[in-house]
């Protein structure tokens, strides 16, 4: 057995010496795929590594408590500091206001005490760590100096407060876990913040505690001790393992979806190999003929160009790895900025492993047919060409076939987070491909039982569809793909873009305006009114507050969030109101009478309501200021979150909350050309307000969603190199045959253009019946992505998605008439004596 091994060996590798042109396909076809997937997984563990390295300086601290809208009381600080060194941080929304009124900016200020931080260096912007910081003392970023026009020395307003700017930040260490910025950011130490005195009853802020915790502490047992004991105190606790816990489930998300087109791409190059491998076998069959002839058997001739293929197939993947461990070191040069976090380069083994074993399962799947049906074939149908008996494929094979498609799935659904997910994926990706091989033979069927037309070159391109030795059903597979794959993108693109130009109805605010006293808000009112007479004015109650049960459910004993049930996540905004607000619609229960003054009720958003398997009629508790109030669902709401307008997922009546201290909020919506005269007035009438423009907070989310495109983009293009790739292999798989068929045609007196109108003929039907079925096929994935995906509106762009599966299709044609050049190309003599 093993002198077998070693002679096939030897024969495989000077069989290699030479040509083996045939199997370029499977190189390229591999690469992509391996490359694709080595490269979304290098960087995915990349990024949530270092977040998680990096917990501390993220976070702050080994844990951290949040408090909305109080601070810590002196036994619940007493308690914290008998754990370990801690540090106090306040940062709230506020407008930054130069000496003479000229100009504000909307600022997220924030005060940390002497002790701040806990971990990692908070520096300036040369480098130099930050220094202490008195009561009048201030430290900005480049941002609000750029925007202001100010530098280090001049002095800056806040509420009742002036401070000189002492320097501009370089690094704040705990930035990311922060979230998301509606400004620049401002630094002051609490002495100073609270002279501001924008801290009052009812103010929106966040006060923060970190804890420097000993060595043989465990933050996550710390956390559940503490959540147990100050379960009614309405704290939010995070450890240093999960220190950015928003951003590390949109990279996983993201990384996982994107691993899953990877995936899809190598799939589609699996087409590839398997064309490829059938093209460099037929080109290899008189070779074979002899091998049999001097006494090969089967199994020699299998082990042969097994290791050919091996050989090979390692090759390229070896070379897709290496492309894939280097590819995140020009991704953070060219887009760092763009990442949450830039993480350091490193070779990351494991994703490079599992893309590995993607790659050589694939190879499997697709060339162990081919190289089954090569060692079957006799040496005598071998030297006639005889298509038929290349067909046929024994059992074994099949059973290591599906042993490697068991593997790949299995592998994909036991690396993810969301195995249903991946799996009803993977099932939908199949039955795709099982769709366009069943379309395949239907065409084929259909072309042999059709009607023959007079014209000739009708009747002959009719007859190439299903003659013996035809690769309809390959042409079928790859025009399908990547058509489907252009229609999807296209789809997904589009509606993306559509999402952003969406984000601000055309009757959306010009301004939200944060932390008016409830008692000036007539005041309010006719201070707007007197900047502009026309100006629409919209005020509503604005507290916050977390949910601590809903249903009977404790939310702190809940191993795991629901998905979907971000309100669950910290705590909420809150308002109440004696009639439906404004975007709501009642869909279940009543709403309460204008006067109403019984037991606590609430109203809900019926998504959300959904989602935790509530209805009317089920309790729901809130801890607001260290106070639960156990309420009673009245009704469900169905909220239009797209008008820019104040929505609440909760909603109470006014005898519920209009005593908590509280401030208001309000929209105002005027002439742009109105807005400068209302951020330069109100700021300084209302020193406690933060004024948020809406083109600001769109023009964030349009940066994520264009950087989502281009992800998604970038991965997707990939999968269409694949696509083609599949193209060029059924063309190349083909050409053999078709080489004949051209000699004769040739010889019977056929012009070259006669040829190609007829193979012209033969792309073009399959081309036309394909962009219906990749028209369907490519908005239902689409359709997938973008609204159970990503939760977006499905809103695309029909004229785009029909121009682009139209150039797609020219394309794809113009590929299948430029492979049958070198059919053209053929010299009857040499081609006759060659056959």
């Not at 024969?11 to 190189?27: E, P």
């Not at 079957?376 to 298509?387: K, T």
């Not at 601590?548 to 404790?554: A, F, P, S």
């Not at 109403?596 to 509530?614: C, F, K, N, Q, T």
Request: aromatic share 6%; charged share 15%; glycine share 8%.
């Amino acid at each position: 057995m093993s002198s077998d091994v070693a002679k096939a060996w030897t024969l495989a590798r000077r069989d290699l010496r030479g040509r083996f042109v045939g199997l370029r396909l499977l190189i390229i076809c591999l690469f992509l795929g391996v490359a694709t997937l080595a490269t979304i997984g290098s960087l995915t563990v990349s990024i949530t590594d270092e977040l998680a390295n990096r917990g501390q300086s993220i976070l702050g601290g080994d844990i951290e408590i949040s408090i909305a809208q109080r601070e810590a009381s002196p036994n619940e600080l007493a308690a914290l500091r008998s754990e370990g060194p801690l540090s106090e941080t306040i940062r709230m929304q506020a407008m930054a206001r130069l000496p003479d009124a000229s100009d504000t900016q909307l600022v997220e200020l924030k005060g940390v005490d002497n002790a701040y931080p806990l971990y990692g260096e908070f520096t300036l912007k040369d480098g130099t760590v930050a220094p202490e910081l008195g009561p009048n003392d201030i430290l900005v970023t480049p941002a609000l100096t750029q925007r202001l026009s100010i530098k280090v020395g001049d002095v800056v307003s806040f509420g009742e407060a002036d401070f000189v700017i002492k320097g501009e930040i370089g690094d704040e260490p705990d930035r990311l876990s922060e979230g998301l910025s509606l400004g620049p950011v401002a630094i002051t130490s609490l002495e100073g913040l609270r002279t501001t005195q924008l801290i009052q009853p009812g103010s929106l802020f966040e006060s923060k505690y970190r804890i420097k915790l000993p060595a043989e502490v465990d933050p996550s047992e710390l956390a559940d001790r503490l959540g147990e004991e100050y379960k009614n105190a309405a704290w939010e606790i995070d450890t240093r393992n999960n220190g950015a816990p928003g951003t590390r489930r949109f990279i996983e998300r993201m990384g996982q979806f994107l691993t899953l087109v990877g995936l899809a791409s190598l799939v589609i190059a699996g087409i590839g190999v398997g064309n490829g491998v059938a093209s460099y076998l037929r080109g290899k069959q008189n070779a074979i003929a002899t091998l049999k002839i001097l006494g090969a058997d089967s199994a020699m001739i299998f082990r042969i160009y097994l290791f050919q293929i091996f050989v090979i197939a390692t090759a390229a993947i070896s070379v897709g790895l290496i492309v894939g461990a280097l590819a995140p070191l020009a991704i953070l040069e060219l887009a760092g900025d763009a990442l949450p976090i830039r993480p350091e380069f490193a070779i990351y083994p494991l994703p490079l492993i599992v893309s590995a074993a993607y790659g050589l399962l694939i190879a499997i799947i697709f060339a162990l047919p081919p190289l089954a049906r090569a060692k079957l074939v006799p040496a005598a149908g071998l030297f006639r060409g005889d298509n038929k008996s290349w067909r046929s494929v024994d059992k074994v094979t099949w059973f290591w076939v599906a042993l490697a498609i068991a593997s790949i799935i299995g592998l994909a659904v036991s690396s993810t987070n969301e195995p249903t997910f991946t799996s009803w994926f993977i099932v939908a990706a199949l039955c795709i491909l099982l769709l366009l091989t069943m379309l395949g033979s239907l065409i084929r069927w259909l072309a042999s039982k059709a009607p023959r037309p007079k014209q000739p070159l009708l009747r002959l391109a009719l007859t190439n569809l299903h003659r013996p030795g035809a690769q309809t059903g390959q042409l079928v597979v790859a025009l399908g793909l990547g058509l489907t794959l252009f229609a999807t993108l296209a789809a997904i693109q589009t509606s993306l873009n559509n999402e952003i130009r969406s984000t601000v109805p055309n009757e959306a605010p010009n301004f939200f305006v944060l932390d008016i006293p409830v008692e000036r808000a007539e005041d309010f009112k006719s201070q707007v009114t007197a900047q502009a007479t026309d100006a629409e004015i919209n005020i509503v109650p604005t507290l916050r507050g977390i949910i601590t049960e809903y249903g009977g459910q404790i939310v702190s004993e809940l191993d795991e969030i629901p998905e979907g049930a971000w309100v669950l996540r910290g705590d909420r905004g809150l308002t109440y109101s004696e009639t439906v607000p404004e975007g709501s619609e009642i869909v279940a229960g009543e709403w309460w009478d204008v006067d109403y003054d019984g037991p606590p009720l609430v109203s809900m958003d019926a998504e959300i309501a959904g989602i935790l398997g509530l209805k009317v009629g089920d309790s729901l508790t809130i801890s607001l200021l260290g106070v639960e109030i156990r309420s009673t669902i009245a009704s469900l709401r169905s909220v239009n979150w797209r008008n820019f307008g104040f929505n609440y997922v909760l909603v109470f009546p006014p005898n519920v909350l209009a005593n908590t201290p509280h401030n208001v909020a309000a929209t105002i919506q005027l002439d742009e050309a109105k807005e400068d005269n209302l951020l330069s007035a109100l700021p300084k009438e209302f020193p406690s307000i933060s004024m948020v423009r809406v083109k600001e907070i769109t023009s964030q989310i349009s940066t994520i969603l264009n950087q989502m495109a281009t992800a998604i983009g970038a991965a997707a293009s990939i999968a269409i190199f694949s696509g083609i790739a599949v193209l060029i292999g059924a063309i190349a798989a083909s050409r053999q045959s078709r080489i004949y068929d051209s000699v004769i045609l040739k010889l019977l007196g056929a012009t070259r253009a006669q040829i190609l109108s007829t193979q012209a003929i033969e792309y073009a039907v399959l081309a036309l019946l394909l962009s219906a079925v990749a028209l369907g096929l490519g908005l239902f994935a689409g359709w997938f992505v973008i609204t159970q995906i990503f939760q977006f509106n499905w809103q695309p762009d029909w004229a785009v998605v029909l121009l682009t599966l139209g150039i797609g299709a020219i394309v794809t044609l113009g590929i299948g008439l430029l492979g049958s050049i070198p059919i053209l190309s053929a010299k009857p003599a040499r081609a006759l004596r060659e056959l």
